[in-house]
C-alpha cells in the first residue's frame, strides 16, 4: 500500500507503481513490463538497460528486450531484484525515473511503512547479499582476491584497515551490478560531507598504491562516483565480496575514495 504522502500526483518526476493482482506473484511476466504510456512518455530515454536503485544504495542492472506487447525487463535480472529485496505479496513498488536510465525503486509494506534498509535474510552461502553498507569488489570475469571476503555480516573492527582513522568510511559489498558507487546516506550526514559538482574528476585510489580515474555523479540526489566498474576488475573481485571505502577529503569536500580489501 502507497502512503497518501506518496500520491503520484505529488512526484517531481515520473513515476509509476507495480503491486500484484489476484494469481501474480513478483516473477510473472506481467510484473517485467514498463507501462506503455510511460514508455511512449519516455522517448529513447532508456532503451537497451535501466539501472534499479533502493534507498539503502544498493542497484541492480536490468537489460531491456522489445517484445511485440511491450518493453520488458530481461527475466534473470529482475528475478534477482525480486530474490534481493525479499519480495512479499503485500509489497508495493514505486518506481521513479531519475535520469537517463536511471530509476529509484521505493518498497512500501502493505501497513504503508516503506522500507528503507536491507533485507536480512537468506543463507549467505546461498544468496547473494547486495548491502551497500558494507564494502565489496565484484568482476564480470569471476575470480576473488584472497584479501576480500564475502559480506554477509559486517566488518569486524572496520576503523582498522583506515589510513587515517578520522576519515569518513563505510563497508561496501558487490552486488551483479557495479557501475557507480553510492555513497550511503548516513556517512554524508554523519560527517556533514559535500561533494563536487557533477562530472569532477577525482580518484580511487587501491591498496598497491595505483591511481584509478573517477568523476562525481549525482542521480536523483544520490552521491556516487563512475568509474567502480574499473576498480573492480582491477583488483579482481566478485559478486559478494566486500571492501572498506575510506574517504579522503579536501576540507568536507570528498576528493578521492581509498579502497581497502579485507583480510581473510
Not at 93 to 108: E, K, W
Request: negative net charge.
Amino acid at each position: 500500500m502507497l502512503p497518501e504522502s506518496e500520491n503520484r500526483e505529488n512526484l517531481s518526476n515520473p513515476s509509476f507503481i507495480k503491486s500484484l493482482s489476484i494469481g501474480q506473484n513478483w516473477k510473472s511476466k506481467s510484473m517485467r513490463i514498463f507501462p506503455e504510456e510511460f514508455v511512449r512518455s519516455a522517448g529513447e530515454a532508456f532503451v537497451h538497460r535501466v539501472v534499479l536503485s533502493v534507498l539503502w544504495n544498493n542497484s541492480w542492472q536490468c537489460w531491456l528486450q522489445q517484445e511485440k506487447n511491450g518493453l520488458f525487463m530481461v527475466e534473470e535480472d529482475w528475478d534477482e531484484f525480486v530474490d534481493d529485496n525479499l519480495l512479499d505479496t503485500d509489497d508495493t513498488l514505486l518506481f521513479t525515473h531519475q535520469d537517463t536510465m536511471y530509476f529509484q525503486v521505493r518498497i512500501f509494506k502493505k501497513d504503508g511503512n516503506e522500507i528503507t534498509s536491507v533485507p536480512l535474510e537468506g543463507e549467505p552461502e546461498t544468496q547473494p547479499f547486495h548491502q551497500e553498507t558494507t564494502p565489496a569488489y565484484a568482476s564480470a570475469n569471476g575470480g576473488t582476491s584472497s584479501r576480500a571476503r564475502k559480506g554477509y555480516a559486517h566488518v569486524e573492527n572496520p576503523k582498522r584497515y583506515l589510513l587515517n582513522p578520522r576519515n569518513p568510511y563505510f563497508e561496501k559489498t558487490l552486488t551483479k551490478t557495479n557501475i557507480v558507487l553510492y555513497v550511503n546516506t548516513w556517512v554524508i550526514e554523519e560527517y556533514d560531507l559535500e561533494f563536487s559538482p557533477p562530472n569532477t574528476h577525482m580518484y580511487f585510489l587501491l591498496p598497491d598504491g595505483e591511481k584509478l580515474d573517477g568523476y562525481t555523479k549525482d542521480y536523483g540526489g544520490s552521491h556516487s562516483f563512475l568509474g567502480w566498474a574499473a576498480v573492480c576488475e582491477r583488483c579482481n573481485l566478485r559478486t559478494g565480496d566486500t571492501v572498506v571505502c575510506e574517504l579522503e577529503l579536501s576540507g568536507r569536500v570528498v576528493s578521492a575514495v581509498r579502497v581497502h580489501l579485507l583480510d581473510e
